[in-house]
């Protein structure tokens, strides 16, 4: 879909990816709109473990994203360089995982295609996934894909492979396939053609990873078997379930666990017979019943013993009696009470369901608004509030919260810093200063900003770093013999000069990394760009 190159940032001075879609694809408006999909997914979405984007346009017909720049390798790479990797260190790049994948799912993106060549892994370890292109925002569009497979079928879930609905559900399978791949250096289900893997998806019992490795904790293998359960029923309903369940999987309490077995779903279906054998069943009845209330009336009823009678009295009093004592009960234990309104607020909808149904309460409507008090999912306010009194099986309707409500950061370039400065920290933003010479930008307004423009941030929670010009450099070149290479460094960047450095070996007992010559000399105007170079001390 794109074309991703390396580049350089000349005002943060930094390297960063650069995906531009590819030439033949600019006139494809499928194509563009999930290109802007994939930028729009991005922007939202505020975590370590997730690719931050700088800055999304178009130049000549040209889409583009500038995005953080990743040095190391994919996870699929790192699975066949490392392996075989340890338990410990397989839970702790999965728990990275799991944490973007939640701010994704809180901000209502399923990503689709979850895999490790979409998982970056830097020269630290780090996690950072990558490719949205095809996720899907719930909030905006279907999520429904008929007769359309999309994601690697190594890695997609049963519904997603059937055209059905996709939910948070399918990355958490996606999830478990990964999970599988790192304890077991290879995925549980391959063939010959894409469409043989796929069947094997949602027709194949999940292989036992411990099969390849009988080492592996019952724990952990359980959460591999848990997280890729055909019936969404049966699988993990969330990450945070997935993430919790991971933490301890490795806790003394549960190496006598036991293997993790989904139920068998049987799958019986109604039989519907044809009219007219309906019809010609419903007659041979009609004549057998006839048949039989013939023979009785043909018979002569026996005469009934005293005795008898009176039992059938007893009979009838005692299930009389047992019948009101049902029904007083029935109508005690049905009868609505009031009860006091439970506070739901701060609880995921899961758990509010299931405190409702404890209190004999349904739920009502469910609705979204943005709120800071609460984290995203979690419920904001009740109808009816809590403490109000209600009677049971009302509905009470929730708001779930959408978190805070993200706005872009904004482009302050050109700006008074001391305007900017005051106006962001009203807002909450921890604002830091920087300061460089500059011939084009007037002294107290700003040369560049840390945050891009188009970002999307919670500005309560946000700190940027202002450049702030302090005009042309009158002062000349400074006299710099004597200076350290961090103190010549430090003064190239504050001029806006581009540092040159030399070593050369002294006889003379000189600091090892001390200026002995330059080259402008003292006093010579400067301007922006310009080339300073040094010769420092070498030992």
């Not at 293997?259 to 044809?274: A, F, N, S």
């Not at 054998?277 to 009934?304: G, M, Q, R, Y």
């Amino acid at each position: 879909m794109a074309n991703v190159y390396l580049a350089h940032d000349l005002i943060l001075k930094r390297d960063v990816a650069v995906k531009l879609l590819r030439l033949d694809l600019r006139d494809d408006k499928s194509a563009v709109r999930r290109f802007h999909r994939e930028a729009n997914s991005l922007i939202e979405l505020d975590n370590p473990h997730i690719v931050e984007i700088f800055d999304v346009g178009e130049e000549q017909g040209m889409q583009y994203l500038v995005m953080e720049y990743v040095k190391g390798t994919d996870l699929k790479q790192y699975i066949e360089k490392n392996r075989p990797l340890s338990y410990e260190h397989v839970i702790k790049i999965m728990e990275q995982i799991l944490n973007a994948v939640l701010e994704a799912h809180n901000h209502g993106i399923i990503h689709r295609d979850l895999k490790p060549q979409n998982i970056l892994m830097d020269e630290a370890g780090n996690v950072k996934i990558t490719d949205f292109g095809i996720a899907v925002a719930v909030a905006e569009e279907t999520m429904t894909r008929t007769n359309t497979l999309m994601g690697s079928v190594h890695y997609i879930s049963p519904e997603q492979a059937r055209g059905s609905m996709i939910t948070q559900q399918s990355d958490i399978y996606s999830l478990g396939i990964i999970l599988f791949e790192m304890l077991t250096g290879h995925v549980p289900y391959d063939g010959e053609t894409a469409v043989s893997i796929v069947l094997k998806h949602y027709r194949s019992q999940m292989p036992s990873p411990r099969l390849y490795d009988e080492n592996i904790p019952q724990a952990l293998e359980n959460i591999v078997l848990h997280a890729t359960a055909k019936n969404l029923a049966e699988r993990y309903q969330n990450v945070r379930e997935m993430a919790a369940d991971l933490k301890t999987c490795l806790a003394e309490e549960r190496k006598s666990e036991a293997k993790w077995r989904p139920q068998k779903v049987v799958d019986d279906e109604t039989k519907i017979l044809p009219d007219f054998f309906a019809a010609d069943l419903a007659k041979k009845n009609l004549a057998e019943t006839i048949e039989i209330h013939s023979d009785i009336a043909n018979t002569k009823p026996p005469k009934l013993k005293k005795k008898g009678k009176k039992r059938k009295l007893v009979r009838f009093f005692v299930m009389f009696v047992i019948l009101l004592i049902l029904g007083v009960l029935a109508y005690l234990y049905f009868i609505p009470k009031e009860i006091s309104m439970p506070n739901l607020k701060g609880m995921h909808q899961r758990e509010a369901m299931q405190l409702l149904k404890s209190q004999k309460l349904t739920l009502g409507k469910v609705s979204y608004q943005y709120d800071s008090h609460y984290d995203a999912g979690c419920i904001s306010a009740t109808t009816p509030s809590s403490g109000t009194k209600i009677k049971q099986w009302s509905e009470v309707d929730i708001v779930l919260s959408k978190g805070v409500q993200k706005k872009a950061f904004g482009d302050y370039r050109r700006r008074s810093y001391s305007d900017v400065s005051q106006r962001l920290k009203k807002q909450g933003v921890t604002v830091k200063k920087k300061s460089q010479y500059s011939d084009s930008v007037a002294r107290g307004e700003i040369i560049a900003q840390s945050i891009s423009p188009t970002k999307k941030v919670d500005f309560s929670k946000t700190t940027v770093t202002f450049t702030v010009s302090k005009g042309p450099n009158t002062e000349g070149m400074r006299d710099l013999i004597g200076y350290t290479l961090s103190e010549v460094k430090a003064y190239a960047e504050e001029c806006g000069l581009t540092l040159v450095v030399k070593k050369e070996k002294v006889t003379t007992e000189i600091e090892k990394n001390t200026v002995i010559s330059q080259e402008p000399p003292v006093g010579t105007p400067l301007h922006a760009g310009d080339v300073l170079e040094v010769t420092v001390a070498k030992s």
